[in-house]
């Protein structure tokens, strides 16, 4: 969930609840908002990471990989070859991925 999605998705209930839209209308908005989105995330971005740690738990449930890393250092790598290294010292964070294509 990103801050424009979590407004737009608040707007959109409000137009519902004031009876102004159709809520079939508010959920197709809703769904080629998610749709644009990716598409552009996918299109525009061309940064990669990559992360190590050690992997203290992971699960898989309805089409999402949770994985729990402990001491990670993730690295991104730009299109000049240089990389920014950022460590997470002494704490634990979750990373979470899911099949886009759903």
């Given at each position: 969930?990103?801050t ?5 998705q608040?707007?959109l ?5 004031a009876?102004q839209?159709?809520p079939d ?11 644009t ?8 971005l ?30 991104e ?9 950022k460590?997470v ?14």
């Amino acid at each position: 969930n990103t801050t424009l999605g979590q407004s737009l998705q608040e707007a959109l209930e409000e137009l519902i609840q004031a009876q102004q839209i159709d809520p079939d209308l508010g959920l197709n908005i809703l769904l080629q908002f998610d749709k644009t989105i990716n598409a552009a995330l996918a299109n525009r971005l061309r940064t990669k990471m990559s992360f190590k740690g050690h992997l203290r738990t992971y699960r898989f449930c309805d089409s999402v990989w949770t994985l729990v890393v402990e001491n990670g250092e993730f690295r991104e790598v730009g299109n000049d070859s240089r990389a920014t290294i950022k460590t997470v010292n002494d704490s634990n964070f979750a990373l979470l991925t899911s099949d886009t294509h759903l």
